[in-house]
């Protein structure tokens, strides 16, 4: 499978946001991921990224990359330009919406580049599932770490049935403060938890919500 950069463009000063047109169509389901083989100085490495996008879109895979000082794929993303081809992999990944849940709400909890999954899934299940509440608790450090926060806002002014909290964990502001674990509802029981973004946080949330007795299921 061949990816050629069609839009690149910075979203944060450490994020940025690319499509990859493909050279055929590729069936995924909203939360798998792709891995792109990359080269440098000699050395291939295959680095895993999740889709942005909802599959309805053909042809197409956005990504949201996290840029790391002097990180092997981030050095290569940085210097990417449009015009420019990838190789990828996939689709991969059981990190999926669960369709057969009987729970009638789904929280969806994100650290940083970690909602990519959640915004496929957002896209593609809210227009169907208007039975089903979403809310996404989004955790960020500061201010300027803040993207795609008008497509979520958009998305709730859109949708009566989902609810988008932003909670920013190293400032004050209007909004929630704190780590995401400080914003999850005190009923658990009735919801799906799907959790996505830095190790640490993923298993302090998971702990925390089997410690509340949310099934490990």
């Known amino acids: 499978l061949q990816g050629k950069v069609t839009e690149k463009r910075n979203l944060t000063h450490d994020v940025i946001f690319i499509s990859l047109q493909l050279d055929r169509d590729l ?9 792109i083989k990359m080269t440098k100085n000699g050395e291939t490495k295959l680095k895993s990224y999740s889709i942005l996008n909802s599959p309805e879109k053909k042809k197409i895979i956005d990504l949201c990359i996290k ?11 940085k210097e990417a330009k449009v015009g420019d ?3 990828l992999k996939g689709p991969f990944g059981h990190f999926i919406f669960d369709e057969q849940a009987l729970e009638q709400e789904h929280w969806f909890i994100a650290a940083g580049t970690g909602v990519a999954p959640f915004h496929s899934m957002l896209q593609y299940y ?9 809310t996404l608790l989004f955790g960020i450090r500061t201010k300027k770490d803040f993207f795609l926060d008008e497509e979520f806002k958009i998305l709730q002014q859109e ?4 609810t988008y909290i932003p909670t920013l964990s190293r400032e004050q502001w209007n909004g929630a403060s704190g780590r995401v674990q400080r914003h999850l509802p005190q ?11 830095l190790k640490e946080m993923v298993l ?3 702990e925390l919500l089997l410690k509340r007795g949310v099934p490990t299921d």
């Open 204 to 206: 302090e949330t998971k």
């Open 159 to 162: 949708y009566s049935h989902f």
């Open 85 to 87: 081809v990838f190789h």
């Open 27 to 35: 069936l995924f389901k909203p939360g798998q991921f792709v891995s």
């Open 126 to 134: 809210l227009p169907q599932l208007l039975h089903k509440r979403f």
């Open 187 to 197: 009923e658990l029981k009735g919801k799906v938890f799907y959790i996505c973004g």
């Open 67 to 77: 840029l790391v000082k002097g990180g092997f794929a981030s050095d290569i993303f």
